[in-house]
């Protein structure tokens, strides 16, 4: 499972580190900030972090603290949440919020040390 969930880690470019979606529709990722964070804590759970993975959750947050579940895309890939804020594209969501926080606190368990801040070079 450590490996399959490595696996659908994109590698390298604009989503490094997101998960891609492995259903029937292959043109476009569909996964979320849900599938983010189950990805985050899993891998946590047997202490192999990927900080790409959690990088890409932290990219999620929006500046007052919550995230939101859909990301928005823009012509290099996923915007930030505050990007997405100013398309009408980021708003709250208390369950997404809930369980990004639950990844970042495994994450950080595990031995993570860039679970409490959004990477902001990749703005």
């Not at 259903?23 to 476009?28: E, L």
């Not at 964070?37 to 929006?62: E, H, K, M, Y």
């Amino acid at each position: 499972m450590v490996k399959e969930t490595q696996d659908v880690l994109t590698p390298d470019g604009p989503e490094k580190g997101r998960v891609r979606d492995l259903g029937p529709n292959t043109t476009s990722n569909n996964t979320n900030t849900f599938v983010q964070a189950l990805a985050v804590i899993g891998l946590a759970g047997v202490r192999s972090n990927d900080p790409a993975a959690i990088s890409t959750l932290l990219w999620q947050q929006c500046a007052p603290g919550f995230f939101r579940v859909f990301y928005s895309d823009g012509p290099s890939g996923p915007q930030t949440c505050d990007a997405g804020t100013a398309s009408g594209a980021s708003g709250p969501d208390r369950d997404s919020t809930g369980i990004a926080l639950s990844a970042l606190i495994a994450a950080r368990s595990a031995g993570a040390t860039r679970a409490r801040r959004p990477d902001r070079a990749r703005c």
